[in-house]
């Protein structure tokens, strides 16, 4: 991290920058739904089902989640080539997979194509599953995408044997609707398709992502009504929400630790002095629009060079600017116990397979125990955290390792939501099932495993474990 950051998220009582300009898979929003593609995508990776689509605008999280993508592959057997630079077409595209291979290109495509065949063959013979995914796959021409197509072309009997993961923006899809790729396109198998963010979902977004950086108790809150002005400003988009939140945090530093509090005013001052801006629209401003943005210029300034003293003279400690440097300001209220007591509960759940959900009352009443449970009141629910145990990942486990999902079969029947054969498979009937549990339980009934589903089913379970081992009619009787 460089020094000034550093000086900077010290000032705020921060770890890392919350709102980087950067993919940031380390700090994954996780909603049910972006939950549920990554597994069905992970999935047909494994499957060797085909290609996979992924498109969205630009900044709604498509690096990021070719990131999560790679996190949830890592050490199952698998090989990836994961290619960014798209401006190389054709040849140049094909010798650049081979060598994220770590092979050798040979100089022509026919040599290559049979170099990266062998390679293939190779790891399918060891049980291993290559990856190819390619970002900002828009930018492919019809050359390259023709080449695409010919490497589906090599696989064994029954299986491919490269798995593609084409990520882009919306223009991507209609570039491969051409004709002339329309054998590309056919072997689309999974389309994931990324969404700006709900207006209800960008007070959790930026929380989460303020948590996830170390934010301290009270520490920096987004009020309600300034969640809707960050909504409107950003359209929702992630990367717009990141640049408009970044230039929020300078806002608050007159402000003392336990006031940093932003509010719509702020949030529109930042809107509008964060990211480019049309000329015409500069042209027409009035002159006190113009005395504001000499106003904010005088912000940055003054903000550089409070941190130039606070590193030059050690005396300084960790006192804020003056207020009177700092006419960029959110009107404050102190932040409740309710979420200092929130944020600690998560840093003793540690950091590694934490799961955050916005739940319901009707999903807190099915759980038998809250041990082990994060909840902080929400205006239409509860926000809930826990350590993940059960994974969506055990549902589509290997044939001799369906323990987990036969224990959840035997469970959704014995509620009498499943009906079919206990065979720990998740096919059709385990969907239906899980959807009904879902209804039932106060949740979206997508029948997907999402983390607050997973949750219930792990608690459900312990808990009849739990009852079963220590109830004094329990008896073992020989091979029952």
Known sequence: MNPALARHLQTLGLERAPFPPTPDAAAWFQTARLEAERVEAAHCLRT?????????????????????????????????????NTFLQG???LAAVLR??????????????????????????AQVTCVLMIDDAQNLTLESLELLRLLTNLETGQEKLLQIVLAGQPELRANLEQPCIRQLTSRICKHVQLDVLAADEVQRYVHFRLDAAGNPSPGIRLRADAALALHRASGGNPRRIHQIMDRCLYGLYAMPAQARVIDPALVR????????????????????ALATAASLAGVLAATLLALALRGADSRAGDAPPAAAAMP??????????????????????????????VV???????????????????????????????????????????????????????????????????????????????????????GAPDPATLFLFDTLLAARAATSSTSPETQHHGNG
Request: charged letters at 25%; proline letters at 4%; glycine letters at 10%.
């Open 100 to 125: 994220d291979f770590g092979l050798e290109a040979r100089g022509t495509p026919a040599a290559d194509i049979d170099t990266l065949n062998r390679f293939l063959v190779q790891q399918w013979r």
């Open 360 to 446: 319901t009352d009707a999903w807190l009443a099915r759980l038998p125990t809250r041990e082990g449970l994060c909840l902080q009141r929400l205006a239409d629910g509860w926000q809930a955290g826990w350590r993940a145990r059960l994974r969506a990942e055990d549902f589509l486990a290997a044939q001799d390792q369906r323990a987990r999902v036969l224990a959840v079969q035997v469970l959704l029947q014995a509620d009498g939501l499943y009906g079919g054969p206990l065979d720990g498979l998740y096919g059709p009937r385990m969907r239906a099932a899980i959807a009904r549990f879902q209804q039932y339980s106060g949740l979206p009934s997508s």
């Open 91 to 93: 040849p140049d595209l």
């Open 48 to 84: 060797r089902a085909g290609f996979v689509l992924l498109t969205g605008e630009i900044g709604t999280g498509k690096s990021t989640f070719l990131r999560r993508l790679l996190v949830a592959l890592g050490g199952e057997g698998m090989v990836t080539s994961l290619v960014f």
């Open 328 to 357: 960029l300001q959110a009107t404050a209220a102190p932040a409740g116990d309710d979420h200092a007591d929130w944020n600690d509960c998560l840093r003793r759940l540690g950091q590694a397979g934490v799961q955050v959900q």
């Open 269 to 288: 001052t930042a809107a509008a002095e964060a990211g480019a801006r049309p000329l015409a629209r500069r042209l027409r401003r009035t002159r006190p």
